[in-house]
Structures are given as C-alpha cells and as structure tokens.
C-alpha cells in the first residue's frame, strides 16, 4: 500500500526497515467440540470476560457449517444454549439460557449472566445442535469481589502486544496455567491489521496471516480475530481466565487517531470511518467486551474496596498525532483522550474510595527524554517509542504527544490528593516500571503524583529483534542512557517478551515481569526476570527481591 510520508519515523515504520499446556489442558478437555455429522462445531473456543460481583460475560463461536468460516458470511442462524455452574462437573448449576448465533454477527455469541455470587469461581459451556447437542469445550471464570467488600488482595495477569507472524504466544500459555489469577488484563494490539510480511520482514515471518493482505473491510477483520482464535494458547488463556481488555491502534491501523491513521491511505482504502465501524463491529462480536458509551470501551470495573480500575480509549477520540518539533504537542485544544473521557476519569479517580486506583491506558504516560546515544541505536529505540532519530524529547503517539492533556490530569492527582494510582501499560514493546513526575525536569526534587508498570510484548519486534543481535548486549547501552536521562525510570527491558502479574494488597501493588525462552518456539518456557512495588502512600516505585507466591 502507499503510506503518507512523515518527517520522522514512526514506531512500526523503523521496525520494518530495521527488521527487513498445564492448567489449560483439563480446561479444554472438559467437552470435546467435535463436529455432529453436517452438525455445529466450535472451533473457536470460549471466553469470558468484565467480570462483576453478580455477574460475567460469556462468549463463543459457532461454526454451523464447514462454509461458515469467520467472515465468510456463510451458514444458517443457528440456536445456542449455554450454563454456568459451580463445579467442573457442572452438577451444581447457577444459570442458564438460550440465544441465537446469527451470520450477521459471525456466528458469535454473548451472554450477558447476572445473579451470581462475588468472589466465586465458575464453570461455564455451550451447546447446539437439533438432536444430538454438541458441547464446547468448557471454561473457568470468576467474578469480583462485592462492592465496598474488604478485599485483602486481588491479582490479573497482564498482557499487550501480540502480532500473530511474530511468534508463538507462549506467555498466553503461561498464564492460563496459573490458577491463581482474579482475571487477565490485555492493553491492546490484541491482533494487528498488517499484510503478511509488512511486519515483521518477510524473512523473519514465524506463521503467515490470515487474510494474507492487509485487513480493511468487516470480512478482513472477521477473519484476522478468527484466525487468532484458533490459537490454541490464546484459546487456554480465554478458557481460563475472564479477560478484560482494551484496544491499541493496530485493532484499526497503525497510529490511529480520530480522523485517520498512519497505515490508512484514504481513497485506495475506503474511508476512515467505514474502516473503523468494520473493526470495531469485529472487535465487540470476538471480545468479551460490553461496548460502553459511543461504541468505545472506556469503562469502569470495581474489586471490593481495594482496587478500582478504569480502563482508557485512546485512540476513538484523540487528535492527529503531532509532527515533530512544531509545538503542537503543547497545544491545549489537542487532546489524547476527548473532553468527556478525560472528565469521567478525573472525577472517578476523585471520588474513589479504594484503596488502589488502576488505570489501564494502552500508551504510556511517563514522560521519555534521551541522553547521547550512538545513531546504531538510537534510529530504532526512537522507532519503538515514536521519536525523532535526532533524540528531540517528544512521544507523538503517546501521552507525550498530549502535554496538556495530562498535565491536566497530573494536576488533579496533587490538587484533589488523590493517591495510589497506578499506571498499567502496554504499546513500545519494553518493560518499565516508572515514577510519573510532577515535572520531569526537576525531579526528584518535583514530587511523583504516581506510577507506572509498563508491561513487554507478547510476540511483538523490540530492540534486540529490530537489530537481530543477541538480547541484553547492545540494549545495556541503550537502557543506561534512557535511566540517566529520566531519573525516575528506575528500570527498562528492552529484550524480553513475556508478561506480567499485578498483585495488589492494600499494603502495595507489586508487578511481577516475567519473559519467555523465546516467541519463535512454540513450546517456550517461562522464567522470572524482575519485580517492583509501589507501597501505598508513597507514589513511588521501588525494586522487590521476589515475585509473590
């Protein structure tokens, strides 16, 4: 396709010039799938997300015949029938109901279930078929903690960044082995809109897309969520654990914003608007997400007393992303997240009587200058991060880009004292784990307002990969230069592709990094690399010895 030509690289555009079983088996086997003879099937496993105190939304997806593959529009409307129970066996049921999978949602499904108890593990499974029924494969889930109930921890894996030819999705599969997680956090690029071979390079292509070119009509992006789906790592997650998720840009296109995107040539590719309402229908008919106001999903989840999470969307309402170096990033008419959800989340996080207040934003929000760096590596580190190859201090793409905007929302932080907010990040492909500073400048002698977990890439090209050298040697290097320049970034990988676990107490919120063996294996193992903490009161990060247990 034919991109605009920028002034300066953007993250995905340097990657490509740079790049040229365990808990999750029992959940699976727990009913078969199999196709009845010309019957329904589900291929695409189950899913569960937004959990409440009473209640949960469940999904799947049925293929009612060989035809109706994801997008194809194919196969008759078909009867679905679902329950949930207390017990593996499903022996003590809590609910149950019937719904319609039609083609004109792709043959998903949701259901809405409420009348549940807070704080409790579910089993839950479909049907469907005339005579004989065909069963999905069953899934766990949970649902939170009562509203203002004493709550003494709570803990959510926490995932971003997943492009499907970059590798295998390992760390999905180390997640759903855990059982001891509340729920699992996806901060966007859940999938990635690219033709095959865009990105990464064609040489470096671990599997090939689903549609093979770039997806930009509602049948593209039907069929990119469902080849996803047949993930059998990604399915282990979902059956699992109930996901709460958020999306990026590359659930539209690169750098998206309100009126466009980078990797959006209007004319050759349809307009911007029949692009987004095509991806945003796929989105909400594959994720177990309920829409919130406007078809976006800006929202709120609550965990007893301790832990209050808002959940951001960055990219439905934000302005034009900045050039470098013309002011404009100061500009208080510009906006990341749009009047009304930058008001709904001062006046939440103002009125919060949790203990915690999480935010999940998919980009980051501390702010990144650079120090001297050699040119080798400074042009692919500013790729990942959205700068200048020249090192100039702003980050179009993420809040950087948006000055005001969060200048604004730093403010309210101190003004109100509003405590304890946490960060949680996804987007550049590296861990941190950072202080969120007053004022950048002077800190530390500027107080920090709060913090922020940065958590890595499922799959998706770093700086190790963009260069094609052996992780932590030339990355040490880089990582040296970023800390001495940002005194309160008190740690960056920019190797690993892992995950992480947030356990929160009301003593501390602690973030676990974990990283996989490596994404071109299918059978990658998974090993600790680091933990931070903030304690409570404090809005400051510091390094802890071990992961919780």
Same mark, same amino acid.
């Given at each position: 396709m034919t991109r605009r030509q920028l002034s300066a690289p953007t993250r995905r555009t340097v990657v490509k010039a740079a790049a040229a079983t365990a808990v999750a088996a029992p959940v699976l086997a727990a009913a078969t799938g199999a196709r009845a003879a010309g019957g329904p099937a589900f291929l695409h496993g189950v899913a569960s997300g937004d959990p409440l105190p009473d209640g949960v939304l469940l999904w799947t997806r049925v293929t009612p015949s060989p035809d109706a593959v994801p997008g194809s529009g194919a196969g008759a409307d078909t009867a679905v029938s679902w329950e949930i129970a207390e017990d593996k066996a499903f022996t003590r049921i809590a609910g149950h109901g019937t719904t319609v999978a039609r083609a004109a949602s792709d043959h998903t499904v949701k259901a809405d279930v409420r009348g549940l108890r807070p704080a409790t593990t579910y089993w839950f499974r479909f049907s469907a078929g005339d005579g004989q029924q065909v069963l999905s494969p069953a899934g766990r889930t949970r649902t939170a903690p009562a509203a203002g109930a004493a709550t003494s921890g709570i803990r959510f894996g926490v995932v971003s960044c997943a492009n499907w030819e970059a590798g295998w999705f390992s760390p999905y599969r180390h997640l759903a082995a855990r059982a001891d997680l509340d729920a699992v956090l996806h901060l966007g690029d859940y999938i990635y809109e690219y033709a095959s071979g865009d990105y990464p390079a064609q040489d470096t292509v671990v599997r090939p897309h689903a549609p093979l070119h770039e997806i930009v009509t509602l049948a593209d992006y039907r069929t990119r969520h469902g080849n996803y789906r047949t993930d059998t790592d990604l399915q282990a997650l979902h059956a699992a654990h109930p996901v709460?998720?958020? /999306?990026?840009?590359?659930? &539209?296109?690169?750098?998206?914003?309100?009126?466009?995107?980078?990797?959006?040539?209007?004319?050759?590719?349809?307009?911007?608007?029949?692009? $987004?309402?095509?991806?945003?229908?796929?989105? &909400?008919?594959?994720?177990?997400?309920?829409?919130?106001?406007?078809?976006?999903?800006?929202?709120?989840?609550? &965990?007893?007393?301790?832990?209050?999470?808002?959940?951001?969307?960055?990219?439905?309402?934000?302005?034009?992303?900045?050039?470098?170096?013309?002011?404009?990033?100061?500009?208080?008419?510009?906006?990341?997240?749009?009047?009304?959800?930058?008001? /709904?989340?001062?006046?939440?996080?103002?009125?919060?009587?949790?203990?915690?207040?999480?935010?999940?934003?998919? $980009?980051m929000i501390s702010p990144v200058a650079f120090g001297s760096l050699p040119a080798h590596l400074l042009g692919p580190l500013a790729g990942l991060l959205g700068l200048p190859s020249e090192g100039l201090a702003v980050n179009v793409d993420q809040w950087d880009g948006y000055t005001d905007d969060r200048g604004e929302l730093i403010a309210h932080l101190r003004d109100r004292g509003v405590t304890d907010t946490v960060f949680l990040t996804g987007d550049i492909h590296m861990a941190w784990a950072n202080d969120v500073p007053v004022r950048a400048a002077t800190y530390p002698l500027s107080p920090s307002a709060a913090t922020e977990f940065v958590v890595t890439s499922v799959t998706s090209d770093n700086l190790d990969d963009i260069l094609r050298v052996a992780p932590r040697t030339v990355s040490v290097v880089a990582a040296a230069a970023v800390g001495a320049a940002n005194r309160h970034v008190k740690w960056v990988d920019m190797d690993s592709h892992g995950y992480g676990v947030l356990d929160v107490t009301a003593e501390r919120s602690q973030m676990d990094y974990y990283a996989v063996s490596d994404k071109t294996r299918k059978d990658a193992t998974s090993s600790w690399v680091r933990s931070y903490r903030t304690r409570s009161g404090t809005q400051k990060v510091e390094r802890a010895d071990a992961p919780v247990r």
């Open positions: 709460i998720a958020i /999306w990026d840009d590359h659930e &539209f296109a690169n750098d998206a914003w309100s009126g466009g995107a980078e990797n959006h040539t209007p004319g050759t590719e349809g307009s911007w608007a029949a692009r $987004v309402a095509a991806a945003k229908q796929a989105y &909400f008919e594959w994720m177990p997400v309920r829409a919130s106001t406007e078809g976006t999903v800006y929202r709120r989840l609550r &965990f007893g007393n301790l832990a209050d999470l808002y959940l951001l969307d960055l990219r439905s309402f934000r302005s034009r992303q900045a050039d470098i170096g013309d002011g404009a990033v100061d500009d208080p008419e510009r906006s990341i997240t749009g009047r009304a959800q930058l008001d /709904w989340l001062k006046a939440g996080l103002a009125g919060s009587d949790a203990v915690w207040k999480l935010v999940g934003t998919s $980009v």
